[in-house]
């Protein structure tokens, strides 16, 4: 049971062009959502989060947008550069005390120069 | 600032051999800690977590065992390993109290043959 889905394992964008990238989740009670990116052979890194309380964050390039109804969230990276070139991932909490996070299967973002 | 160290980088063994992975970390105390795998085109699965020294919370039934023998110290073991448990493994920490996002370590590339 895939609770936090990435339906596109990969996406191509021009160089200043904005990338979307988006994840849906299935669980009512999660209350916390972030995006982390990776480069090949390295940790994630922490890149942008949200509260369910909210339905936009942003920060510098990166927004994320949070639509509870329909239980999605999108990235928005404007404009895209080469280095963001990476796997991306969306992650899902329910607030316990253990920050426990569910991770979609990541999509792999290619910004073309 | 907050470190967390991983080793060995890469390890390649043999089927049925056993297995120590290491994780620390420097600069906090009393951090939650987690132990993630990523298998080939495969998102992050959550395998194990720890609130505390000795506190181990297993994710998922699998050949692979955890332990945390000390505040910062984190470690990922296996009597036998299987050739299923090739994948790249990764630690991370979150704080215990407030703030949400959990750190990752620079990950294992573990092979077995």
């Known amino acids: 049971d895939q609770q936090v889905k990435q339906n596109s394992p990969s996406l191509s964008v021009q160089e200043g062009r904005i990338s979307i990238l988006n994840c849906d989740y299935t669980?009512?009670?999660?209350?916390?959502f972030l995006w982390y990116k990776k480069y090949p052979a390295e940790g994630p890194t922490f890149l942008i989060s949200i509260s369910s309380i909210k339905d936009k964050n942003e920060d510098g390039r990166f927004t994320v947008f949070l639509n509870k109804s329909a239980k999605h969230l999108s990235l928005h990276i404007v404009p895209s550069q080469p280095g963001d070139s990476a796997v991306y991932f969306c992650?899902?909490?329910?607030?316990?005390?253990?920050?426990?996070?569910?991770f979609g299967t990541g999509t792999r973002l290619k910004v073309l120069a | 600032s907050q470190t967390i160290h991983q080793w060995p980088a890469t390890l390649v063994q043999p089927v049925g051999s056993p297995l120590s992975l290491e994780c620390t970390v420097e600069g906090t105390s009393n951090p939650n800690l987690y132990w993630y795998r990523q298998a080939a085109g495969r998102g992050l699965q959550l395998l194990f977590y720890?609130?505390?020294?000795?506190?181990i919370s297993s994710e998922v039934p699998q050949n692979l065992s955890a332990s945390r023998p000390q505040d910062r110290q984190f470690i990922l073991s296996s009597k036998k390993l299987l050739l299923s448990d090739s994948g790249f493994y990764l630690c991370?920490?979150?704080?215990?109290?407030?703030?949400?996002?959990?750190?990752f370590g620079p990950g294992t590339r573990l092979t077995v043959l």
């Open positions: 720890s609130v505390g020294i000795g506190q």
């Open positions: 991370a920490w979150s704080r215990s109290a407030g703030g949400n996002e959990q750190f």
């Open positions: 669980n009512s009670m999660f209350d916390y």
């Open positions: 992650a899902a909490s329910k607030a316990s005390g253990t920050y426990k996070y569910i």
